[in-house]
């Protein structure tokens, strides 16, 4: 199947961080505030998942959340995930089903760390699953500003120019 085929089966719709995605999973028992650590702000579902397309050309902008997110690759071509600590450290993965070559079937990025995603060169699409706990709330979601992310990471400016709006 290729990537229109895939949007229109998976039902996936635009997210605001660029691609596409459905929620797939989303726990019906939650967690109280007061259960979770203080960043929190509100209650959350204890869980969710969501499927995640990327197609040639399309990324997902430097964001950043409040729960460590776990990623699995499904289909498609290998996708690159670019990540980078507090401390301006740059790291990336290739999660793909090519084990052998390095690709990551699974990888988890860590709590608070800004990060993108976009198919490796030369791919036509990447199809993923992202889960969190707690469940994904936008309240726990942050857009990079370009500019502010830019002064923090100097060192990184090509990369945050290009995946930043
Ligand atoms: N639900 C809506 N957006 C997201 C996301 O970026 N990650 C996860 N795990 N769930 C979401």
Redesign the pocket.
Known sequence: MNALELIKSLHLIP???GGH?K?TYRSHEGVAAEGLPSRFTGKRSLC???Y?LLQRGER?IF?R?K?D?CWHFYAGHPLYIHIIDEDGNYSRVVLGNDYAAGQQFQFIVPANKWFASEPAPAGDFSLAG???SP??D?DD?EIARKAEIIRAFPQHEELLARLCH
């Open positions: 997210h605001p961080e995605f929620e969710t998942a969501i995640y997902s964001h959340i729960s997110e992202c889960s969190v469940g994904f936008f979601f």
